[in-house]
């Protein structure tokens, strides 16, 4: 086997190292990052696929917020929009500056890796993968969602969304417009905290797998996620309600 995931995971732990774990945003983004490594590997298994695949998942998952830690060094802040896109930066890190090489000797996996990087934080999945890639960009996209939703029902407001008191705060028209009418969001239109809640109800529309639904449906981090809020605005809470109606249907 080309992939050494043990060995993998030591250099990830030698890699934090480095940073501030008593960082909030730091210690989050490690327990994420080893909890996505870790359903990565369960959905390629419920997949059948091969003993390669699985741990290639499975390492994919442990790389893929790797460009995380510099932005928090850098920007203080888990929000692309005002820093840097951590997908790009963390191939960046990868592949330019020669990092994965101490993740994985051979090369071999090197384009899937990459790929499934660059598209595990975007809006939607590139066109023109090959198959390979697709799935792998497919497996990273929704542990990655899975275990989201984890710290979205859980972690600190203030760490999460930059605010702890959502009561005065609203939904944008565009944010709501393009969310009712299933478009990919454009995150460049994100003005409030309120706006990136409703991002992440709109992941229920982006979901690869069987298992990915089934598992949040088990966790029921829809209803917990919902019931984090209060909007006092009569018109934000309506569109907060219809929010998570259609965010229910689409995991039903």
């Known amino acids: 086997m080309e992939i050494d995931i043990t060995k993998a995971k030591e250099q990830f732990k030698k890699y934090v190292q480095d940073y501030d774990i008593n960082d909030d945003k730091i210690r989050l983004k490690v327990?994420?990052?080893?909890r996505v490594a870790e359903i990565s590997e369960t959905i390629a298994k419920n997949l059948n696929l091969n003993e390669e695949e699985i741990q290639l998942a499975e390492l994919i998952g442990l790389l893929h917020d790797i460009g995380r830690f510099e932005q928090i060094r850098l920007y203080h802040t888990f929000m692309d929009k005002d820093s840097i896109n951590h997908g790009e930066f963390g191939v960046k890190l990868l592949f330019k500056d020669g990092l994965i090489r101490g993740f994985i000797k051979t090369d071999k996996y090197d384009q899937i890796i990459r790929t499934a990087i660059l598209n595990h934080n975007?809006?939607?999945?590139?066109?023109?993968?090959?198959?390979?890639?697709?799935?792998?960009?497919?497996?990273?996209?929704?542990?990655?969602?899975?275990?989201?939703?984890?710290?979205?029902?859980?972690?600190?407001?203030?760490?999460?969304?930059?605010?702890?008191?959502?009561?005065?705060?609203?939904?944008?028209?565009?944010?709501?417009?393009?969310?009712l009418e299933k478009d990919r969001i454009d995150y460049k239109e994100i003005k409030t905290p309120a706006d990136m809640l409703t991002c992440h109800f709109k992941y229920t529309y982006d979901l690869n797998f069987k298992i990915t639904k089934e598992i949040i449906k088990e966790k029921q981090y829809i209803d917990k996620l919902y019931n984090r809020f209060t909007f006092e605005n009569e018109e934000t809470s309506k569109r907060f309600n219809k929010i998570y109606e259609l965010a229910k249907e689409n995991i039903n």
């Open 31 to 34: 327990a994420h990052i080893e």
């Open 122 to 179: 975007k809006s939607y999945i590139q066109e023109g993968l090959n198959e390979r890639e697709l799935l792998h960009s497919q497996i990273i996209r929704d542990a990655d969602k899975i275990d989201i939703f984890a710290i979205l029902v859980s972690g600190n407001k203030e760490t999460i969304w930059g605010k702890e008191n959502f009561e005065q705060e609203k939904i944008s028209d565009e944010i709501y417009r393009q969310y």
